[in-house]
């Protein structure tokens, strides 16, 4: 419950911003003109983002005869979860990681890489894909699609209000170091936020997936392993295309400190410690 109203609250924030540097680019005027540019940007991404990412990473959709266990694995999944049969993907790629797309349940997909089914075992696996059907199940893929689109939005703006220049609330030219202000800080407060928001759904998926496999220790030592793999090599999926990193089951800016600050995911360690205490209070 404290990640749903985290989540609700950060998305009313994001919106806030977007719409505050709408105003500082164009006044009242500027702001209705940003909002419906944002409706105009989500309504695209609902519609179409699947397709673009699937598109993206080259997937390739899988059934039983071309990859029975995975294929299998996932259905059994989703029937015990009481989710719709999703589509399946495999991805080409040596670099283990996974995530889920579709704009909700009833058009959902997953993808793995082909590199994550060698290395991880089939216990494992099941925790990886049960954590993806939870983020299908708490329909975060439109979360993260309309918090990605506004964090775009607000970049966009804030750069054609350092080019242009901004307008007060009553149409008069701002303050040209106003409008420099808002364009450094703006698009950071948005990444920032949008960041925030990924980590909460990440945990979220973390607890769902563990409850959907009934062996929360499983996704422990499938993330595990996925950290220890990306220390030697970049995830490679991720690092080609950083606009949809917050959707893997990791990310390659984990980590603490100030690179933590910047990372869509919680880090490794805590994750792990949360999904061993869930293990431990079923055995105890």
């Given amino acids: 419950m404290f990640n749903l109203v985290k989540t609700a609250i950060l998305m009313a924030a994001i919106t806030a911003l977007f719409m505050a540097v709408g105003a500082m680019v164009g006044g ?9 540019l944002a409706v105009g940007m989500n309504f695209f991404s609902y519609w179409f983002s699947a397709d673009m990412v699937l598109r993206m990473y080259n997937a390739r959709e899988v059934d039983a005869g071309s990859a029975p266990q995975f294929y299998r694995l996932v259905q059994e ?3 015990r979860g009481g989710l719709p049969a ?3 993907y495999l991805i080409d ?4 990681n996974a995530f889920a797309t579709g704009r909700n349940p009833e058009h959902a997909a997953v993808a793995a890489t082909t590199g994550i089914l060698r290395l991880l075992s089939e216990r494992e696996l099941r925790g990886v894909m049960a954590h ?8 975060d893929i439109l979360i993260s699609t309309v918090s990605a689109t506004m964090a775009g939005a607000i970049s966009m703006l804030a750069n054609f209000a350092t080019i242009f220049g901004g307008r007060d609330e009553n149409g ?10 808002v364009a450094l800080l703006a698009p950071l407060a948005a990444s920032l936020i949008q960041m925030a928001i990924s980590r909460a759904r990440e945990f979220e998926a973390d607890r769902g997936g563990a409850e959907l496999s009934g062996d929360p220790a ?4 499938a993330l595990q392993k996925i950290h220890h793999y990306a220390q030697g090599i970049p995830l490679a999926p991720a690092e080609a295309h950083p606009e949809t990193a917050q959707m893997m089951i990791m990310n390659p800016l984990s980590g603490g400190g100030l690179r933590g600050l910047f990372s869509t995911h919680p880090s490794t360690e805590e994750r792990v410690a949360r999904l061993m205490a869930m293990a431990q209070g079923r055995a105890a």
């Fill in 28 to 36: 009242r005027t500027g702001m209705l003109v940003a909002l419906a």
């Fill in 77 to 79: 999944l989703a029937a």
């Fill in 86 to 88: 999703p589509k399946v």
């Fill in 93 to 96: 790629e040596e670099a283990p």
């Fill in 132 to 139: 993806e059907l939870a983020h299908v199940a708490h329909r």
């Fill in 172 to 181: 008069r030219p701002a303050n040209p170091l106003a409008g420099l202000a």
């Fill in 218 to 221: 499983a996704l422990a030592s």
